[in-house]
């Protein structure tokens, strides 16, 4: 099964990449809250020695000097939802099937990221049926983008259920071992664009523990500092990041630990720290481990803040909401 459809031009890795593998920088968007619903999170699924394995890298981060001025960068691309025109009221199924389901989906989206009454509703009702049917272009990269920065939980499911839609993939183990085979495609663009689509994929609860397996041994496969393997590994910590449940982080941590690329670091390192604060609201941890949490969020951002996770979200809102 050929599994990749590009519909632009093929381009080099790096900025000018087909537009459909920006990355998207808030990860507590896309995978936190997303298909919570099926895969709730218990404290016994959050792993001990990943905690553990945060606190020496807390240790190590704030001895470098390095990783806590990534957080700054996490923010940034934020400021795209500022530039979504902020919309209300959802047009009727009458108005919505007069429109190709191009338009259909532009305009709910817009709607979406405008916090819309009944928006996501329309697109949970209505993406089935634009699958194969949507081009895959700037605006719908940027209405997707900006929903899966969304602190809204809906939101967010529905830019990923839209992202398939767009891409023609079914949310079955058939597909993930399409992508899983093209995931070692020597053909770089083919390669990048997998590992997106299965973290995807197991964010909406598709094979999600094979997935994880695969993209952490992506990480480990090829240490090389060449251009392509760290590009390939970056997107690997992008589709892990997307997956958002609390066994992405030990390879995370390792990848920020470990990893030859800065770049690979910077992403781990963003996509970690809202994964923790969460965990660390978990009632059902206890004190030392969730002290260990507030540790590593320390060494990972560089905030001093009280062991308190209200005071992270708070801080973590007010920094994605400032998009600076």
Not at 57 to 70: D, Q
Not at 127 to 141: F, H, I
Request: aromatic share 6%; with cysteine.
């Amino acid at each position: 099964m050929d599994v990749y459809r590009p519909n632009t031009a093929e381009q080099d890795c790096g900025a000018g990449i087909d537009p459909r593998l920006q990355p998207t920088p808030d990860y507590d968007s896309a995978g936190l809250g997303a298909g919570s619903a099926r895969r709730k999170v218990a404290s016994r699924g959050l792993h001990l020695a990943a905690m553990i394995a945060g606190i020496g890298l807390a240790v190590a981060v704030s001895s470098s000097g390095g990783m806590a001025t990534v957080w700054g960068k996490f923010s940034r691309p934020l400021a795209m939802q500022k530039n979504v025109e902020m919309v209300s009221g959802v047009p009727s199924d009458t108005e919505l099937d007069g429109q190709k389901p191009q338009r259909q989906a532009e305009i709910l989206l817009e709607r979406a990221v405008g916090r819309s009454q009944g928006a996501t509703n329309q697109i949970e009702a209505r993406v089935d049926g634009w699958r194969g049917k949507l081009e895959w272009d700037a605006q719908l990269g940027e209405l997707t983008t900006a929903a899966l920065n969304s602190r809204d939980r809906e939101v967010r499911d529905s830019a990923v259920e839209v992202q398939l839609a767009a891409y023609g993939l079914s949310k079955s183990g058939g597909m993930v071992d399409a992508l899983v085979r093209q995931a070692s495609s020597a053909d770089h663009a083919k390669k990048i664009w997998a590992l997106w689509s299965l973290g995807l994929l197991a964010n909406r609860g598709v094979e999600t523990d094979r997935v994880i397996e695969v993209l952490s041994a992506h990480l480990k496969d090829d240490q090389r500092v060449d251009r392509a393997a760290e590009d390939s590994r970056r997107w690997a910590v992008e589709g892990l990041a997307l997956v958002g449940t609390s066994s992405t982080i030990a390879p995370l941590l390792e990848a920020m630990r470990d990893d030859p690329s800065a770049a690979v670091r910077e992403r781990a390192a963003c996509s970690l720290a809202p994964q923790l604060i969460k965990f660390s609201g978990d009632a059902g941890l206890d004190e030392q481990t969730r002290g260990w949490a507030f540790q590593a969020l320390g060494g990972i951002t560089g905030e001093r803040l009280p062991n308190d996770s209200g005071a992270w979200w708070s801080w973590y809102r007010k920094t994605v909401g400032s998009g600076q």
